[in-house]
C-alpha cells in the first residue's frame, strides 16, 4: 500500500476555485489506480473522480464539467481541480489508491485523512 496525504483544501465562496493536492509516497505511482471521495456530513462516502495509471478518467455527474482529475506520476502525485463550486460540494475530500480498479474505493485500498472542503458566502 501506499500512504497518501491531501492538502489544499479550504474555505471558497460559491463559483470560486480550488486544488486539490495528494502526495503519495512509496514506488510504482505510476501503476495505481487513483481517486478522490468525498463525505458531506450526514451523507455516505461518494465517488467524485477516478484516473487510471494511462491517464483515463472518470467522474461523477454532479462534478462534470466543473473538476478536473489529473496525475503527475514523476512527482507522485495527483491533483483534483475543482471550479465553479456549489455549496453542495461541501465535504471532506479524501484520496485514494490502488492497484486494482476494483479494489478502489473500498477499505481494502489506501486512503489519506481528507481534506475540508468549505464552500460557503
Known amino acids: 500500500q501506499v500512504q497518501l496525504v491531501e492538502s489544499g483544501g479550504g474555505l471558497v465562496q460559491p463559483g470560486g476555485s480550488l486544488r486539490l493536492s495528494c502526495a503519495a509516497s512509496?514506488?510504482?505511482?505510476?501503476?495505481?489506480?487513483m481517486g478522490w471521495y468525498r463525505q458531506a456530513p450526514g451523507k455516505q462516502r461518494e465517488l467524485v473522480a477516478t484516473?487510471?495509471?494511462?491517464?483515463?478518467?472518470n467522474y461523477a455527474d454532479s462534478v462534470k464539467g466543473r473538476f478536473t482529475i489529473s496525475r503527475d506520476n514523476a512527482k507522485n502525485t495527483v491533483y483534483l481541480q475543482l471550479n465553479s463550486l456549489k455549496p453542495e460540494d461541501t465535504a471532506v475530500y479524501y484520496c485514494?489508491?490502488?492497484?486494482?480498479?476494483?479494489?478502489?474505493?473500498?477499505?481494502?485500498?489506501?486512503w489519506g485523512q481528507g481534506t475540508q472542503v468549505t464552500v460557503s458566502s
Open positions: 485514494n489508491a490502488d492497484l486494482y480498479a476494483y479494489r478502489l474505493g473500498t477499505d481494502a485500498s489506501s
Open positions: 512509496g514506488s510504482i505511482f505510476g501503476m495505481h489506480y
Open positions: 484516473i487510471t495509471s494511462g491517464g483515463n478518467t
